[in-house]
């Protein structure tokens, strides 16, 4: 079982920065892929990034974030960050981590069936 806690979000101006952390709870973090989603109001939730399992060696990005966001992870903390630069007011949303089950092998991590584990959400707010 995985507990995941997401913090860190805001209120933020155009061109600004946010760093989203996600804490995690129970054993084998390492294990575990992980990946950051976000749901404006009145739209679908989307992925956004993630990271695989163990040292993180593979990275995944919507297209809309890509080389504005960037994900990664520190297994000696369980926590998994989500640095956001370069935010725009479209990025505004709830954003949620989850986990996917352990020693997920595939590549679908934008795919939200791969994530077994979901935290709560937190708001990022990006003004015009």
């Known amino acids: 079982q995985v507990q995941l806690v997401a913090s860190g979000g805001g209120l933020v101006q155009a061109g600004g920065s946010l760093r989203l952390s996600c804490a995690a709870s129970?054993?084998?973090?390492?294990?575990?892929?992980m990946g950051w989603f976000r749901q404006a109001p009145g739209k679908e939730r989307e992925f956004v990034a993630a990271i695989s399992a163990s040292g993180g060696g593979n990275t995944y990005y919507a297209d809309s974030v890509k080389g504005r966001f960037t994900i990664s992870r520190d297994n000696a903390q369980n926590t998994v960050y989500l640095q956001a630069n370069s935010l725009k007011p479209e990025d505004t949303a709830v954003y949620s981590c989850a986990a996917t089950g352990p020693y997920y092998s595939g590549r679908e991590y934008s795919r939200e069936r791969v994530y077994m584990y979901w935290g709560q959400g937190t708001q990022v707010t990006v003004s015009s």
């Open positions: 129970g054993r084998s973090f390492r294990n575990y892929g």
